[in-house]
């Protein structure tokens, strides 16, 4: 089973601010990684697809990148709305495994 | 509009059977995989199951495996999972979620399962 390793648990940021959340696979997941968001008491909402395709709607200040094992979500310029958890999906094979989250917090 | 709504939850003891349902549409059900993920309170996603367009196919994680069976009718466009010997660590909210391709664009509102005595 690939192993997802998320981080930062925990991340405090200010408004503006630009922040990258990084996942780690365990092993070569060819870049069939997702990210996404939750609210408090939401279903989760994709974000990023395949890397580093943006879902439709979504403001362009978020973007992905990575190969191989590893993976980053960018944030350009937080916004209040973007105060939320963050997860990782790696779908290359199943199991397919989410990463443990990120809570992003107002600094 | 896709819309997933699922239904079923509810308090359940140690060892029992449930069933939830998710209703679809939308979109044309049998065009697409389907699949369960939870989430246990306060805690990180896991995916549970997956299904292909007409059921031939399915897939469980570890966790879950032997105990739960996905299944679907696309002439109702209804996914179903069906949970048995049910677990104290199986207390969650349970999202069904469309699969095709970049998996889970889109959620339902996700239904709360609860294993106590």
């Known amino acids: 089973d690939i192993q997802m390793t998320q981080s930062p648990s925990f991340l405090s940021a200010s408004v503006g601010d630009r922040v990258t959340i990084n996942c780690k696979a365990s092993q070569n997941i060819n870049k069939y990684l997702n990210w996404y968001q939750q609210k408090l008491g939401e279903a989760p909402k994709r974000l990023i697809y395949?890397?580093?395709n943006l879902q439709t709607g979504i403001p362009s200040r978020f973007s992905g990148s990575g190969s191989g094992t590893d993976y980053t979500l960018t944030i350009s310029s937080l916004q209040p709305e973007d105060f939320a958890t963050y997860f990782c999906?790696?779908?290359?094979?199943?199991?397919?495994?989410f990463g443990s989250g990120t809570k992003l917090e107002i600094k | 509009e896709v819309q997933l709504v699922e239904s079923g939850g509810g308090l359940v003891q140690p060892g029992r059977s449930m069933k939830l349902s998710c209703a679809a549409s939308?979109?044309?059900?049998?065009?697409?995989?389907m699949a369960w993920v939870r989430q246990a309170p306060k805690k990180g996603l896991e995916w549970v199951a997956s299904?292909?367009?007409?059921?031939?196919?399915?897939y469980y994680g570890d966790s879950v495996k032997g105990r739960f069976t996905i299944s679907r009718d696309n002439a109702k466009s209804t996914l179903y999972l069906q949970m048995n010997s049910l677990r104290s660590e199986d207390t969650a909210t349970y999202y069904c979620a469309r699969q095709w391709g970049p998996p889970f664009d889109y959620w339902g509102q996700g239904v709360m399962v609860t294993v106590s005595s």
């Open positions: 299904i292909s367009y007409e059921g031939s196919s399915t």
């Open positions: 395949n890397t580093n």
């Open positions: 999906l790696q779908h290359n094979s199943f199991p397919l495994t």
């Open positions: 939308g979109f044309t059900f049998s065009d697409y995989y």
